[in-house]
């Protein structure tokens, strides 16, 4: 078992690069290691905050979009192109993609590390790797397209600060993900519902012989996509930037594309539009909560998940919600370094005493002992509908599959308490019994067992979700009440 747990645990390490990339890969973040030594003696509250201040801004990126619209291929050109990956690694993944007769996958084997992903060219969980610019260090999750895995998506994006929105500009391949039934929609309405403020939408595949960067082609697709990321609750001037890339050969991704190639693109390339992100306003002294993802055994019992508010310390003491189990923070690692304090925003790895394994699951959320995150199987939320089965009827006693943060839960809809008006945004008088595609709606929704949640007022990253119904997202909400009584 010892064995098992230590091979899981290199996986988790590698975070979605294989170990000869590893080895070959310039460290990262050398610096902020000896920082940590230098302060390991001091208390964690006297850890002067112009060392965090030091460090280069932390986001999380999702890559988004239809399946083979090239999102994991454009990852991984970005940690070629980064310096993450190495010449002799990319020749070895061009012959084993060559060897499959499939040229063309050979960048998204950096993102796709597993055989199943590599046989049928999607991507089924969610790839993570690291990278730098000048000014930020970024985590890529690579969330699949596919709509089978749309859980998974789910699981990536609510993770992620920004979305790269991968369009693929390919005659008749745009036309598939953006139709009803596409991932490019779902996917998109899915982002803004998890918490995906920022979005950069890359119209991917230009230097294909249909394209041959076109600017009618790429005016067309804006035309299609800016009135739909609109409606879809994004303010486009602030919050969205499009641009052209090719991310098999790496073009206008690190430096801007050649005039020669492309006579009408004036704006930046993608790394350039990715340093210009603003960065999401965090509290690094609001009460600790950090959604566990992932856990396994090493040398303890070792969580994963990115911390939404408050500072973790080594030493600290904490519970694991909702079943209120103390413990004890031996080792926090943020990236595949070992610090001695992290802030919100960051990725971790926490070991923990005082629990095991086996009485942790995705969904459960490590929280600070003082004001614990709230641990409900009941709710008031306000929904918007999107798409509900055909025949279908959203009303009291509705059932559907309830994603929140990390939790997936089944849950019903008890009771229809008002429909609101979306012209006005105020409540209707009348009862309402049922609703149609498109409505607005405050509900109570029932799960069966406890889940740990929280207004959205008070935490947005915890308190969104959607509801999904076979493999559909039906609707989008946000938490606008708890219980009073709720297990805190």
Request: with cysteine; proline share 5%; net charge negative.
């Amino acid at each position: 078992m010892d064995i098992e747990a230590e091979i899981r645990a290199l996986q988790l390490d590698s975070a979605g690069m294989t170990d000869e990339v590893d080895t070959k890969s310039q460290p990262v973040q050398a610096e902020p290691k000896v920082k940590d030594k230098e302060v390991a003696d001091m208390d964690c509250a006297e850890v002067p905050d112009e060392m965090e201040s030091q460090k280069k801004r932390h986001l999380n990126v999702v890559f988004i979009g239809h399946v083979d619209a090239g999102k994991s291929t454009t990852g991984g050109q970005i940690l070629f192109l980064s310096g993450q990956v190495d010449d002799r690694t990319i020749q070895k993944y061009e012959k084993e993609a060559k060897d499959k007769s499939r040229e063309s996958w050979y960048m998204a084997y950096i993102m796709d590390t597993n055989e199943e992903e590599r046989v049928k060219g999607k991507t089924v969980e969610v790839g993570r790797a690291q990278f730098e610019t000048e000014t930020t260090r970024f985590t890529i999750l690579d969330a699949p397209g596919h709509k089978s895995y749309v859980p998974n998506m789910i699981s990536g994006a609510s993770q992620a600060d920004i979305g790269v929105l991968v369009i693929s500009a390919r005659k008749g391949e745009f036309e598939t993900g953006y139709e009803r039934g596409g991932q490019t929609r779902e996917h998109v309405q899915l982002a803004k519902t998890l918490g995906v403020s920022k979005l950069l939408v890359v119209v991917n595949k230009m230097d294909d012989h249909t394209v041959n960067w076109s600017k009618e082609r790429y005016d067309e697709i804006e035309s299609k996509m800016v009135p739909f990321l609109r409606s879809s609750g994004y303010n486009v001037k602030k919050d969205v930037q499009l641009l052209p890339i090719s991310g098999l050969v790496g073009t206008n991704m690190k430096t801007r594309v050649d005039k020669n190639i492309c006579p009408w693109w004036n704006g930046p390339c993608l790394f350039e539009a990715l340093d210009s992100v603003e960065i999401p306003v965090r509290d690094p002294k609001g009460p600790y909560r950090m959604p566990v993802i992932d856990k396994f055994k090493d040398m303890g019992t070792v969580v994963m998940g990115k911390v939404e508010s408050g500072s973790i310390c080594e030493g600290d003491s904490l519970l694991v919600m909702p079943n209120k189990a103390p413990v004890k923070v031996l080792a926090v690692y943020c990236d595949e370094d070992k610090v001695r304090r992290a802030g919100p925003g960051e990725n971790l790895r926490v070991r923990l005493s005082g629990i095991e394994e086996e009485d942790i699951s995705s969904g459960f959320v490590l929280s600070s002992v003082v004001k614990p995150i709230p641990a409900v199987t009941e709710f008031t939320a306000q929904l918007q509908i999107l798409e509900l089965l055909e025949n279908a009827i959203f009303t009291a006693g509705y059932k559907a599959v309830l994603h929140i943060h990390s939790v997936v839960e089944e849950c019903e809809i008890v009771e229809l308490l008002q429909q609101i008006d979306p012209k006005t945004k105020k409540p209707m008088k009348k009862k309402v019994l049922f609703v149609k595609n498109g409505a607005v709606v405050v509900c109570r929704i029932q799960v069966n067992s406890l889940i740990c949640i929280e207004k959205f007022s008070d935490f947005p990253q915890l308190g969104r979700f959607t509801l999904r119904t076979e493999g559909k997202t039906i609707a989008v909400g946000k938490v606008t009440d708890l219980p009073s009584r709720s297990s805190a």
